[in-house]
Nanobody
């Protein structure tokens, strides 16, 4: 099994920055890509914000391109999401995600609130 634990969320003013971190443990060799998703208030579905494969291919949601950066540290077994120039519409619960050969795994989620 794979376990994912997020940290680094909180309240920030518009234009500010936050760095989310996801600590990965368990059967890591089974993972073939990592991602960050978010679920905004009132939305039923989670949207993929950023994805990084174990081969290093990266994808971003159009609305966060140029502002967010996903990265992976293979020594510390962490996946980070650096978020800059935050906007109120970035307010959501952010989830760390891993695609494994035995299914999808999710962290518990962490709140990010962008407000003045």
């Amino acid at each position: 099994q794979v376990q994912l634990v997020e940290s680094g969320g909180g309240l920030v003013q518009p234009g500010g920055s936050l760095n989310l971190s996801c600590t990965v443990s368990g059967y890591i060799i089974s993972i073939y890509n990592y991602g960050w998703y978010r679920q905004a208030p009132g939305n039923d579905e989670r949207e993929q914000v950023a994805k990084i494969t174990v081969g290093g291919v990266i994808e971003y949601l159009e609305s966060v391109k140029g502002r967010f950066t996903i990265s992976r540290d293979t020594v510390k077994n962490t996946v980070a999401l650096q978020m800059n120039s935050l906007k109120p519409e970035d307010t959501a619960v952010y989830y760390c995600h891993a695609s494994t050969y035995s299914g999808r795994r999710w962290g518990q989620g962490i709140q990010v609130t962008v407000s003045s």
